[in-house]
DNA sequence: CTGCTTGCAAAGCGTTTGCATTGAT
DNA sequence: ATCAATGCAAACGCTTTGCAAGCAG
C-alpha cells in the first residue's frame, strides 16, 4: 500500500538524502491540510507540533515535497503556497463576492476543455485555478 | 471619444493628484505593449524616452493605473506583470510553471458551462479567474 | 505659493544561503 | 565516523517608503 510517507522516504533514499523528525512533522502538517496553503500558516501549523524547526528548514522541505512530486507550488500575490499533489480529488471553487460563501465544485466538460487549449498551445497541463465570483441565493435577496 | 488618457486624467483630477510627464511617459509606454509586461521591460522602454525616471515612480505610477482600473495586476514566479485592462476582451491564462511564459485564451463553451455551474448553485456569475499551469513546447524538450 | 511628485537611498519583506553544530546512518 | 540536516543570522532580490528638492496647479 503507498502512501506520501513512503514516497517521500524512497525519494529521500535515492538521492542519499535523510529521514529525519523536522522532515516527518512538515509532511504531517502538510498533509492535513486542504488545498492551498500559505507557507507562513504551515510554518505556524509546524512549530505547534515543534516550535524549533526553523523557517529555512521549511523551505528547504517543501522544495523537496516539490520535487518528489508529493506537492506543487503556486506563487499568487507575492505570496507562496503549497498543494497537495497525491491523491487527491481536484475541484473547483465558486465564491460569494458578498458573504463569502464557497462551494466546491467538479465539471468534467470545463476540464476536457482545459485539456484542448492546452494541446491547442503545445502545453502540457499540470494543474489550474478556477475561481467563479457571483453573488449567492440569500445574498441576491437581500 | 473616451480614451486611456482621458481616464487617467480624470482619476487624478478626482483625487487631487497630479498629470506629469513621468506619468504621461508611463502611460504611453504602457499603452504600446500588448498582453503582459514585466515591470523591469517597463522600466528599461520608459527609461529610453525619458532615462531620469526612476524605479520607485514607475511602481507608483502603476499602482495609479490599477487604481484607476486601466491596468491589472499579476504576480508569477516572484515577478510582477501588468495588463491593459480597458477596451480589451476578456480572457484566461495558460502559464508555463517552468519558463513563465504566459498565453492568453478565450473558451465560449468553458464560459458556457461556467454560468451552468452558477445556475446549479443559485448563484448569479460576476466574473472569474482561470488559470491553467503546465509546461511549454521549449520546457518539454529540455 | 501650496502641497503633490520626484529621484535617491534606505528600509522592508519574503526567500535563500553560508556556516558551525547536530544528528542519522 | 562520516557527511547530510539543522537553526541561526546574514545575504539576496524585488518592492515600498522617508525625505529633501522640484514642479504642477
Excluded at 492551498?36 to 524549533?52: A, C, N, W
Excluded at 524547526?53 to 523551505?59: D, H, K, P, R, S
Excluded at 485539456?115 to 457571483?134: I, Q
Aim: glycine share 4%.
Amino acid at each position: 500500500m503507498v502512501n506520501e510517507f513512503d514516497i517521500f522516504k524512497d525519494f529521500l533514499k535515492e538521492r542519499n538524502l535523510r529521514w529525519t523528525p523536522q522532515r516527518k512533522v512538515i509532511l504531517e502538517v502538510f498533509l492535513n491540510q486542504e488545498g492551498h496553503i500559505h507557507i507562513e500558516d504551515l510554518l505556524h501549523r509546524v512549530k505547534i507540533q515543534d516550535p524549533t524547526v526553523g523557517i529555512a528548514t521549511l523551505y528547504r522541505t517543501m522544495k523537496l515535497l516539490v520535487d518528489s512530486s508529493l506537492a506543487d507550488m503556486h506563487t499568487f500575490n507575492e505570496k507562496t503556497t503549497y498543494e497537495r499533489l497525491f491523491q487527491v480529488r481536484h475541484h473547483d471553487h465558486l465564491i460569494c463576492k458578498i458573504c463569502g460563501k464557497m462551494v466546491e465544485f467538479e465539471h468534467p466538460l470545463i476540464e476536457k476543455y482545459q485539456l484542448e487549449v492546452c494541446e491547442r498551445h503545445g502545453f502540457t497541463l499540470k494543474s489550474h485555478r478556477m475561481e467563479l465570483f457571483g453573488i449567492c441565493k440569500e445574498c441576491n435577496k437581500v
